[in-house]
C-alpha cells in the first residue's frame, strides 16, 4: 500500500510537470501578440498607445525567451506564489479561491442529484428491462441528452423568472438561484448516466455468475444486492467521478448565463485574453485536483472491491 | 388478510395528509425565494447589467474602472453633443497662438469626495504621477505642467495638439484624489491606512512652477481607492468581485443633488441573459457600454416590447473591411474598384439593422473629423466584372471561377466570431466569379495577421485611437497598427495634419487623408457598430455622450 501510494505521488508529480510544461508551450506559440490583447482587453475603448502596450509587455515579461518565462514561473511557483493576472492584476491564487468554492457547489450538488436520480433510474429501467419503465427512461434519456445546455437554460430562465417570477434569473447567493443553475446541469448529465448505470446492470444481470447464483438457489434480493449492486459500481462509480471532474472545470455556458461567478467562465476568459499566468495557475489548480481526486477513486475501488489489489503499475481487479 | 375499512380510511387520509404537507411545503418555498428578491426592488436604487466586473482591485485607475469611472471621477472639460469642449473642473481655459500652452482656470470650491480639495496642484500631481496611466496618451504630449495659482494650471505641450480637448475630456483622464494616488510600493496596504498617511500631504496652495521633467514621472503610482469630484462614490460595502459592484450618491456634489441614492451593476456575462434580466425587471439598463452589449435579436425583441425604451448612438470609430493592396492581383486599385462595385452595402446595412451604420471611410457619421464627402459604392456587378475582364482576370475553364495568374482566383476573408457579414460577401464575390473562403480567428489571432498583413480581405478590429490618429493607421510609418500605404500624396496630407496647429486645419486634412484613402480603394466598407442601451421606460431618456470613451454613464446621475 505505501508503496503503491509512493508510486502514485511520484507519477503526479511528473503528470503535473507535462500537463503545466505542454499548457505554457501551447499558449505561448497560440497566434497574436499577448500584450496588445492584454492592454486592449485592460483599458478597452480608451486611447492606447504603441507604449502602453510596449510598457506592459516589458512590465511582465513577454520579450523574454521563453525559456526564461516558464523558468521564472515555475521559480515562482516553487515560491508559494502563482503570480498576478495578466489582465486583472489580481493574485491568481486569490481568484481561484475566490471563484472555486462557487464551481465546487454546483458540481457537488449537480453530482449528487444526478446520482440519486440516474442510479436507481438506471437500475430500474435495467430490471425491467424492455418494459414501460424502461422505455419511459431511455426516452428521458435521449431527450435530456439532446436538448442543448444553452437552449434550455434560457427557456427555463425565460419560463420560471420571467414569466412566472418564481426564481432569480441570475446570480448566486440564496437557495434559490441554485435551482435553475442545477436544473440545467443535472439535465444535462442525467440521460449519460442513466445509460451507463442501465447498460452496466443490464450486463451484469446476463452474466455467468449471476445465473449460477440463481441456480444455487441465492434469494434475488441477495443475488442483487451482494453480487449485481457491488460489481456494477466500480464502472459507475468511474464514470460519476469523471462527471465530477468536468464539472469542477465549471460550465461556461451555466456561468455565464447565470452570472455564477465560477472558474469556467474566468478559464474561458483568460484563454481568450491571452492571460498566461492566470492560465497557469488554472491548469496547475485543476491538475493537481484531478490527480488528488484518481488517487481517492482508486482508493474507493479498494474499498467497495476487496478483489482490487495495488501492484506494480496500478489497480488490478 | 382483509384490511378493514377503518385501515383503508386512515391509509388513505395518511396519504392525503402527505400530499398536502408536501404541497405546503413548496409553496412556502416558493413563497420565501420571492420575498427575497422582491426585497430587493428598490426604485430609489438604478440597476444595470453588465458583462465584466469594473474593477482592478489593484489599481482604482479611470482606465480600467470602466462603468463606475464616469460617474466618480470628472475630467477639466467635457463635450458637448457636437464634441465641442464645455467646462466641467475647468471653468475657463485659454489656448496660446502656436496651439502649444493650454491655460485652464480650475472651478473653485470643488472637493473630492474624501474631503481634499480640488486645486491646481491636484492636477498637476495627477499629471506628473500617473503620466504612464491614464495619462499615458497625453503624457508624452506634456512638456511641463505649470502651476500658475491655486486654480490655474497651465499644460505645455511639445508639438500642437489640436485634438487634446477630446482628449482631456476622455473618462481615463478623470482627476483622482491625490491623496489616494500612492507608489505602488505602498499597494499592498490596506486603503484606509494609507488614506490616513496621505491626509494632509496636499494641503495649501502654494503658487509653484515646475516642470514635470524636474519631477520624475514615476511609473509606479497607483490609484489605491477611487476618490475623485464626481455625483457618485465607490461603494466599497457592495463589491463582491466578479458578481456586482456600486456606487452610492455624493451628497456634496458640486453640480446639485444625483438623482439615484445608489447605482448598483449587475455582473452577467451572456448578452441573452442581460436582455432576461431587463425583461424580468430584476436591473432597469443594459447595453450602454461596450462591456453589456445586446444583440441584435434580443434588442429586436427588447423594442416589442413597450415596457423598454431603446436608445441608439453611433460610434466615432468603425470596422473596416479592407483589402491586402500588397498582393497581386489587388495591388492594382482598379481590381479593388471591382471587389467595391461586386458588394450590395444596403444587404449588409439590412442584415446588420439598428445595430450598424455602414460607411465609406473610416470614421462614424458623428465623428468631428469625418469627411461628409465620401460616399459608398452603387452596387452594380456588371461594372465589377467589366473591369475584372478588362484586366484578363478572366473564367477560362468555365467553372464561375475566374483565373489569375495560372490559378483560380481564390481568397480568403479574415474574420471575427460571428461572420455573417462574410457570409454574404462570399455570395457577392461569387458572383463575379472570385471564390472567397472564410477564415475565422478569434480577435487575438486577428491582431497578428493584421499587424503582419497576412490576408487578402480582413475586417480590421476597431481601435479607438484610430478615430482621431489618422496617421498611426495611414502612414506608411505609423508603426504597428499601419497598413503599409505606400503614397506620396498621403504622407504628404499626413505630414501637414500632423503639424497642424488649429482644429479647422486638422480637419481639412484629415478630410484630405480620408479622400486619398478613399481614391486608393483600400476600404471596401466600414461597420460602424452603434450603441444601443436598453432600459425601463419610466426611468426617463437615456442620453449617451458624443463618445463612448468619454463614458456612457456619465449622465446617469441627472437622467430625466
Not at chain 2, 433 to 459: N, P, R, Y
Not at chain 2, 484 to 493: H, K, S, V
Not at chain 2, 529 to 534: F, I, L, M, S, W
Request: aromatic share 8%.
Amino acid at each position: 500500500m505505501a508503496g503503491f501510494l509512493i508510486r502514485r505521488l511520484l507519477n503526479a508529480l511528473l503528470v503535473l510537470a507535462g500537463v503545466v510544461t505542454l499548457t505554457f508551450c501551447l499558449m505561448r506559440f497560440t497566434e497574436g501578440d499577448p500584450a496588445t490583447i492584454i492592454a486592449l482587453d485592460k483599458n478597452g475603448s480608451v486611447l492606447i498607445s504603441g507604449e502602453v502596450i510596449e510598457r506592459l509587455a516589458e512590465k511582465n515579461g513577454l520579450h523574454d525567451p521563453i525559456h526564461i518565462q516558464y523558468l521564472n514561473w515555475w521559480r515562482r511557483v516553487l515560491h508559494g506564489d502563482l503570480g498576478n493576472s495578466l489582465r486583472s492584476d489580481a493574485p491568481v491564487w486569490d481568484e481561484i479561491t475566490e471563484r472555486f468554492p462557487y464551481t465546487l457547489q454546483l458540481a457537488v450538488l449537480s453530482i449528487l442529484i444526478t446520482s440519486l436520480i440516474a442510479v436507481p433510474l438506471g437500475i430500474c429501467a435495467a430490471v425491467h428491462r424492455g418494459r414501460l419503465v424502461d422505455r419511459i427512461t431511455q426516452w428521458i434519456a435521449s431527450v435530456t441528452v439532446s436538448v442543448p445546455d444553452y437552449y434550455l437554460a434560457i427557456v427555463l430562465i425565460y419560463a420560471l423568472a420571467v414569466k412566472w417570477t418564481l426564481l432569480p434569473a441570475y446570480g448566486c447567493g440564496t437557495a434559490a438561484h441554485f435551482i435553475l443553475p442545477l436544473l440545467v446541469l443535472v439535465t444535462a448529465k442525467i440521460g449519460y448516466t442513466t445509460r451507463i448505470v442501465s447498460a452496466t446492470t443490464v450486463d451484469l444481470l446476463s452474466s455467468q455468475y449471476v445465473a449460477y447464483a440463481e441456480l444455487r438457489g441465492i434469494p434475488k434480493c441477495r443475488i442483487f444486492y451482494v453480487h449485481i449492486l457491488k460489481n456494477a459500481m466500480i464502472p459507475i462509480l468511474t464514470h460519476i467521478s469523471l462527471q465530477f471532474l468536468m464539472a469542477l472545470e465549471g460550465s461556461v455556458i451555466v456561468e455565464s448565463i447565470f452570472a455564477w461567478p465560477g472558474i469556467g467562465k474566468c478559464m474561458t476568459d483568460s484563454v481568450l485574453g491571452r492571460d498566461f499566468t492566470m492560465i497557469q495557475g488554472l491548469v496547475l489548480f485543476m491538475a493537481v485536483l484531478i490527480v488528488g481526486m484518481n488517487l481517492v477513486v482508486d482508493l474507493f475501488y479498494m474499498f467497495i472491491n476487496q478483489r482490487v489489489q495495488y501492484d506494480g503499475g496500478g489497480a488490478k481487479p | 388478510m382483509p384490511v378493514s375499512i377503518d385501515e383503508e380510511q386512515k391509509n388513505i387520509m395518511k396519504k392525503i395528509f402527505v400530499f398536502i404537507l408536501t404541497v405546503l411545503l413548496l409553496i412556502v418555498i416558493v413563497t420565501v425565494f420571492r420575498t427575497n428578491d422582491s426585497a430587493e426592488a428598490e426604485r430609489d436604487v438604478l440597476t444595470i447589467a453588465t458583462g465584466r466586473d469594473a474593477t482592478n482591485i489593484t489599481n482604482y485607475s479611470p482606465k480600467g474602472m470602466w462603468e463606475p469611472a464616469a460617474l466618480i471621477y470628472e475630467t477639466l472639460v467635457n463635450l458637448d453633443a457636437a464634441c465641442n469642449p464645455v467646462p466641467c473642473l475647468a471653468e475657463t481655459w485659454e489656448v496660446s497662438d502656436d496651439g502649444r500652452s493650454y491655460l485652464f482656470h480650475l472651478r473653485k470650491g470643488v472637493v473630492f469626495q474624501d474631503g481634499t480639495p480640488f486645486d491646481a496642484d491636484a492636477v498637476k500631481e495627477n499629471v506628473v504621477k500617473l503620466k504612464h496611466d491614464n495619462w499615458s496618451t497625453i503624457g508624452e504630449l506634456l512638456a511641463h505642467v505649470n502651476v500658475m495659482g491655486p486654480h490655474t494650471v497651465e499644460f505645455v505641450l511639445t508639438r500642437p495638439h489640436p485634438t487634446l480637448f477630446t482628449e482631456l475630456a476622455a473618462s481615463t483622464c478623470g482627476i483622482i484624489s491625490p491623496s489616494v494616488i500612492v507608489p505602488e510600493s505602498e499597494s499592498k496596504k490596506p486603503a484606509m491606512e494609507m488614506m490616513k498617511e496621505n491626509a494632509g500631504k496636499n494641503d495649501g496652495n502654494k503658487m509653484a512652477m515646475t516642470e514635470t521633467s524636474s519631477t520624475p514621472a514615476d511609473p509606479g503610482h497607483i490609484v489605491s481607492r477611487p476618490v475623485g469630484t464626481g455625483p457618485y462614490a465607490w461603494n466599497e460595502d457592495r463589491h463582491l468581485r466578479n458578481r456586482c459592484f456600486s456606487v452610492i450618491r455624493n451628497d456634496s456634489y458640486w453640480q446639485g443633488t444625483p438623482r439615484f441614492s445608489r447605482i448598483d451593476w449587475e455582473v452577467i456575462p451572456d448578452a441573452s441573459a442581460r436582455a432576461i434580466a431587463l425583461e424580468s425587471g430584476k436591473v432597469d439598463l443594459t447595453g450602454e457600454t461596450p462591456n453589456g452589449t445586446l444583440n441584435l435579436e434580443n434588442i429586436k425583441l427588447l423594442k416589442k416590447n413597450e415596457t423598454f425604451s431603446i436608445t441608439t448612438a453611433d460610434n466615432w470609430g468603425a470596422r473596416l473591411v479592407i483589402v491586402n493592396h500588397t498582393r497581386p492581383p489587388f495591388d492594382d486599385p482598379e481590381v479593388r474598384s471591382a471587389l467595391k462595385y461586386a458588394i450590395d452595402v444596403s444587404a449588409i446595412q439590412k442584415l446588420l439593422g439598428d445595430t450598424a451604420t455602414i460607411c465609406p471611410g473610416p470614421l462614424g457619421p458623428t465623428s468631428p473629423l469625418t469627411d461628409p464627402s465620401l460616399s459608398l459604392y452603387e452596387y452594380d456587378v456588371e461594372k465589377a466584372r467589366s473591369i475584372l475582364d478588362a484586366k484578363d482576370i478572366v473564367d477560362t475553364n468555365g467553372d464561375g471561377i475566374r483565373e489569375y495568374g495560372g490559378k483560380e482566383l481564390s481568397i480568403s476573408i479574415v474574420s471575427g466570431k460571428v461572420p455573417t457579414v462574410s457570409v454574404l460577401m462570399r455570395e457577392f464575390f461569387r458572383e463575379i466569379g472570385i471564390d472567397l473562403t472564410i477564415d475565422q480567428k478569434e480577435s487575438g489571432s486577428t491582431f497578428q495577421v493584421l499587424a503582419q498583413m497576412q490576408f487578402d480581405i480582413a475586417i480590421h478590429n476597431n481601435i479607438p485611437s484610430f478615430y482621431l490618429n489618422l496617421s498611426q493607421q495611414f502612414s506608411k510609418n505609423g508603426g504597428r497598427w499601419s497598413l503599409n500605404i505606400d503614397d506620396p500624396d498621403l504622407e504628404r496630407a499626413i505630414e501637414k495634419y500632423e503639424k497642424s496647429t488649429d482644429m479647422e486645419t486638422y480637419r481639412k486634412y484629415a478630410w484630405e487623408i480620408q479622400r486619398r484613402v478613399h481614391e486608393l480603394e483600400i476600404i471596401l466598407f466600414a461597420v460602424n457598430e452603434r450603441k444601443v442601451a436598453a432600459y425601463r421606460k419610466e426611468l426617463g431618456n437615456f442620453v449617451f455622450p458624443p463618445e463612448e470613451w468619454v463614458g456612457a454613464d456619465q449622465n446617469l446621475w441627472n437622467m430625466k
